[in-house]
């Protein structure tokens, strides 16, 4: 199967509305509310306080760990809760929209930012410039809280990712805030598709209790996954996965 027909198999061969596109083009994110039922919100949170309980100081290893959150990874194999983060179809839409239909899954993770922390400098998810419309990869962020000013929202520079510039080469400071930033806010269930290449990152942290959020990030498929798919994929996950989920994944035979 090829990721054409994986979309449309998954309901997500249609190009995302108007306003939806503009924001991607124009200012490099868009929302997309109301994805996750209560329930389903309720479920993600259950699971990923188990996982972090079973792994402990062993939580993220297989993609990153960072000073001041809570991080799982690998996602996609432990548990069929979290197969709708590269599955659902107004998000992958918008993702492809991005990356031109070429999409795959390159990690799916999970990060908290606990109180008092989170503080994040700005930076991009590829390691150099590019120009406008030669975008490689596309980040999504799933609110499992709301999002508010207080609480270690990611904070975005909006228009950046036509910039044609790195932040760790444009910025003498990238831990400073930037005059053109905002902050991502949102209600719990939603979800913030961003280009990768928009400079981003997490703001500290002001409440007494962690915010937790997923991301599922996509890149074009001729390049490397953050994650390996195929070298880690459970035979178990294999079996319960359908062909275009496969595809995503970049896991079929």
Not at 76 to 88: A, D, P
Not at 99 to 112: F, I, M, Q, T
Not at 175 to 194: K, R, Y
Request: charge should be negative; include cysteine; aromatic fraction near 6%.
């Amino acid at each position: 199967m090829d990721v054409k027909q994986a979309l449309a198999e998954l309901g997500a061969d249609k190009q995302p509305d108007e306003q939806t596109r503009a924001a991607l083009d124009r200012d490099g994110f868009a929302t997309i509310p109301d994805v996750l039922s209560p329930d389903q919100l309720e479920q993600v949170r259950a699971r990923l306080a188990e996982l972090s309980e079973q792994e402990g100081p062993k939580a993220g290893l297989e993609v990153h760990q960072e000073a001041g959150t809570d991080r799982l990874a690998d996602l996609v194999n432990k548990g069929e809760v979290f197969e709708v983060f590269y599955t659902e179809p107004r998000v992958l839409a918008a993702v492809a929209y991005v990356l031109d239909g070429d999409v795959r899954l390159s990690s799916l993770n999970s990060r908290a930012s606990l109180p008092g922390q989170g503080q994040q400098g700005l930076h991009a998810d590829w390691g150099g410039p590019v120009q406008p419309g030669q975008y490689q990869v596309c980040n999504s962020i799933w609110l499992l809280d709301d999002f508010t000013p207080r609480n270690g929202a990611t904070r975005v520079v909006p228009g950046s990712h036509r910039s044609g510039q790195h932040p760790a080469q444009a910025l003498a400071d990238p831990m400073a805030p930037h005059p053109d930033e905002v902050q991502l806010l949102g209600t719990a269930g939603s979800v913030v598709v961003f280009n990768s290449h928009l400079w981003h990152g997490g703001t500290r942290n002001d409440t007494d209790k962690p915010r937790r959020a997923a991301h599922s990030y996509f890149t074009r498929r001729n390049q490397p996954q953050q994650l390996d798919q195929r070298k880690y994929l459970r035979h178990q996950t294999y079996l319960r996965l359908s062909p275009a989920a496969r595809c995503i994944l970049d896991v079929e035979d």
